[in-house]
C-alpha cells in the first residue's frame, strides 16, 4: 500500500490545444476538429494561510463542432523521485507519492450549462463542465475557482536542512528573492506594493515609538 504525504509541490497549469484542458504533467490527449480553438486562457492564483486560492478564465470556442462542454485536467498526485527527502531513509520512494488536494469552489459559463462534477482518475482530478443531455457550439466562456492545498513544505529535521539548502543555492544562483516564512513573504509583497503606491519618506527609528512625558 501506498502511503500519501501531503507536502511540497510546485503546480503547473497548462492548457493544452483541444477539447480537453490538460495539467502540465498530464498525458491526456487533447483532441479537436477544424475550427475549434482557445481562444485565451488567463490564471490568477492567490497565497492564503488555508490554500492556494486559483480563478482560471478560459474562452473556449467549439465553432460548429456540438459539445457537451470541457474537461478541465489538474495534476492531484505526484510520484517521487529516488532520493527524496521526504521518504524516510531506508525505505523506497515507490510506496509514497505527494498530494495536493482541489477543492472546487465556483464554475461559471456564459450561455452554456455550467453543471460542474469532479471524479478522480489516476494521478488526476477531472473537472467536468456541461450538460449531458445539451450541446453547444461557439464561443463561451468558462470561470474555475478552486483551492490546492498541500503545497507548503512542511517538513522538519534532516529533509529539512537538505530542502533548505537546495533552494537557498537555487535562488542565490539565479537572483531570486527568497523567504523561509509565509510572514516573511507576505511582508515583502506588501512593500512592493507600498513603492507601486507612491514615494516612501525616510523617518528616524523613533518616530515610530514617540512618547510623552
Keep these: 500500500m501506498r502511503t500519501t504525504r501531503f507536502t511540497t509541490?510546485?503546480?503547473?497549469?497548462?492548457?493544452?490545444a483541444g477539447v480537453w484542458l490538460v495539467g502540465a504533467a498530464g498525458e491526456a490527449a487533447a483532441q479537436f476538429a477544424?475550427?475549434?480553438?482557445?481562444?485565451?486562457?488567463?490564471s490568477e492564483a492567490v497565497v492564503q494561510s488555508d490554500a492556494v486560492h486559483v480563478t482560471e478564465t478560459i474562452d473556449y470556442d467549439f465553432g460548429a463542432n456540438p459539445r457537451h462542454g470541457i474537461k478541465?485536467?489538474?495534476?492531484v498526485r505526484y510520484d517521487l523521485p529516488d532520493g527524496s527527502p521526504i521518504v524516510p531513509k531506508g525505505e523506497s520512494s515507490?510506496?509514497?507519492e505527494r498530494v495536493t488536494p482541489v477543492d472546487v469552489k465556483a464554475v461559471t459559463a456564459t450561455e452554456a450549462p455550467d453543471e460542474v462534477s469532479v471524479e478522480h482518475s489516476g494521478q488526476f482530478d477531472i473537472i467536468?463542465?456541461?450538460?449531458?443531455?445539451?450541446?453547444?457550439?461557439?464561443k463561451?466562456?468558462?470561470?474555475?475557482?478552486?483551492?490546492?492545498?498541500?503545497?507548503?513544505?512542511?517538513?522538519?529535521?534532516?529533509?529539512?536542512?537538505?530542502?533548505?539548502?537546495?533552494?537557498?543555492?537555487?535562488?542565490?544562483?539565479n537572483k531570486i528573492a527568497y523567504y523561509t516564512t509565509v510572514a516573511g513573504a507576505k511582508a515583502s509583497v506588501e512593500g512592493i506594493a507600498a513603492l507601486h503606491a507612491g514615494p516612501l519618506d525616510v523617518a528616524p527609528l523613533q518616530s515610530y515609538f514617540k512618547t510623552t512625558f
Design 140 to 173: 463561451h466562456t468558462y470561470t474555475i475557482e478552486y483551492a490546492i492545498k498541500g503545497v507548503f513544505n512542511t517538513v522538519d529535521g534532516a529533509s529539512a536542512l537538505t530542502d533548505s539548502f537546495t533552494l537557498r543555492r537555487t535562488a542565490l544562483m
Design 72 to 75: 478541465r485536467y489538474i495534476q
Design 128 to 138: 467536468r463542465i456541461g450538460d449531458p443531455d445539451v450541446t453547444v457550439t461557439g
Design 94 to 96: 515507490l510506496d509514497y
Design 9 to 16: 509541490a510546485f503546480v503547473t497549469i497548462a492548457i493544452a
Design 34 to 42: 477544424g475550427d475549434e480553438q482557445i481562444d485565451s486562457y488567463s
